[in-house]
């Protein structure tokens, strides 16, 4: 007894510490740089930012950031839990904060032992926010009142989401929309396929989980059941985009592009060897690789028809994002990480450097990473919550990097430090947890 109460005052009372002369890239919306400041931590939270010239920090831990860069942690607005050592990947590489769209009654069922170790401090991992089952694929709903139900019991479980999916009705939708808003839950969701893309948008939908699900609903991409009929020279009616787009604008829709997901379609078929041959893979379970290997996209039927269809929706969903982008619809980065071969947190780094690609500056892509995601967490799922951004008050859920993520985006892969909820970590011990974990 005596030694677990130890090992609980250890993990969670933790003295102040206080990060010297430091470049911090804040997030606020002007993206303020404060340099040579000085920032305290103390009880998980940003207790003070101190500028350069002001009196002198004192704490049980100095940290010198002379010529280091200081940015909020990452946030993956779109994962699926599944093996604990993913959550410390995540971790190790800079994603502080993760959203579960949805999982199957295993996963969901051991979450919880997965948090609770998280905050005791045993597993090392991000603080994690997650819908249950997803309607129309999880679970079958047909009705209004089951609808209703089903969004009280998630609610009642702690679940701070719900998603729908492909085959939602006009019914089911409505009713999950309107109750999830009552009960002050978030609305995640690809684009039902029955339904109006701009009636969804305008009904209820808080986020759209793809951009590829405005290929399928908005430009009429060729789906599953028409795919034989795709040839190379089939071409969208554009200018179906805008209307919904302009909708997502007006009704604050957020939209996660997921463009990485499109871009490990077509590397699984063109190259898979390295993929499985890398460190990355070397950090995952060997059930997690055999899945990947045995289940991946380019196993599926059709593959080179569905390899015609990547290749013409990759630049279709570069312009989508532009253009919501341009339309004012606001960005999260999201990776539907772990479906193969979306590495937990890595591929995170990859879809930044892919948002850039697009056209968006790196201060507009640092945003959907982290101040976007923290305003979507506050104002849809968790009102108490302050996160992505570097102010007083807010969560210590900070990244300690070598250079500046502003200069270049592939800077955010730089980091010295983690720090979540207060916590220190650096990769190589984090690396250390994870071979640590495979090995049990």
């Not at 500056?361 to 849809?380: C, F, H, P, Q, W």
């Amino acid at each position: 007894m005596i030694a677990a109460f130890l090992f609980a005052m250890m993990v969670t009372v933790r003295p102040p510490v206080v990060i010297t002369h430091v470049n911090v890239v804040t997030m606020d919306l002007e993206s303020t740089v404060l340099t040579d400041a000085s920032v305290e931590i103390a009880g998980g939270k940003i207790t003070r930012i101190l500028r350069s010239g002001g009196p002198e920090p004192s704490a049980a831990k100095i940290v010198d950031g002379k010529g280091r860069w200081l940015m909020p942690g990452l946030i993956d607005s779109h994962i699926h839990y599944d093996e604990e050592v993913e959550l410390t990947s995540y971790l190790r590489k800079g994603v502080t904060t993760v959203i579960s769209l949805g999982d199957p009654p295993e996963q969901i069922a051991r979450m919880p032992a997965s948090l609770a170790k998280v905050a005791s401090g045993e597993l090392a991992g991000p603080r994690l926010y997650a819908a249950g089952l997803i309607i129309s694929n999880g679970i079958k709903l047909t009705t209004a009142p089951e609808t209703r139900a089903f969004v009280r019991a998630e609610k009642a479980a702690g679940r701070r989401l719900i998603k729908v999916y492909n085959d939602t009705s006009r019914e089911v939708f409505d009713a999950a929309a309107d109750e999830a808003h009552h009960l002050h839950m978030g609305v995640f969701g690809h684009m039902p396929r029955a339904l109006d893309p701009q009636y969804v948008v305008s009904s209820g939908l808080d986020v759209l989980a793809h951009a590829e699900e405005l290929f399928f609903s908005s430009l009429k991409g060729s789906g599953d059941v028409d795919l034989a009929t795709l040839t190379p020279d089939w071409k969208p009616d554009l200018s179906t985009l805008d209307p919904v787009l302009q909708a997502m604008a007006d009704h604050k829709v957020f939209l996660i592009p997921n463009l990485v997901a499109s871009y490990h379609f077509v590397e699984q078929w063109v190259d898979p060897d390295p993929i499985f041959t890398s460190t990355e893979a070397s950090l995952l379970t060997q059930d997690t690789i055999e899945g990947w290997r045995d289940h991946n996209y380019a196993h599926r039927t059709q593959v080179e028809k569905r390899m015609l269809r990547e290749a013409l929706k990759r630049p279709l969903l570069d312009l989508i994002t532009w253009k919501a982008h341009q339309h004012g619809v606001v960005l999260l980065a999201g990776t539907d990480s772990p479906i193969p071969t979306n590495w937990p947190g890595e591929s995170l780094h990859e879809e930044l450097r892919l948002l850039v690609a697009v056209g968006l500056t790196n201060d507009e892509v640092l945003a959907a990473a982290t101040r976007n995601a923290g305003d979507l967490i506050k104002s849809r799922l968790d009102p108490a919550a302050c996160l992505g951004v570097v102010r007083e008050g807010c969560e210590a859920d900070l990244l300690l990097l070598a250079k500046d993520p502003r200069a270049d985006i592939r800077n955010t892969e730089t980091i010295e430090a983690i720090i979540a909820k207060g916590r220190w970590f650096t990769p190589a011990e984090l690396v250390a947890r994870e071979r640590a974990m495979l090995q049990k």
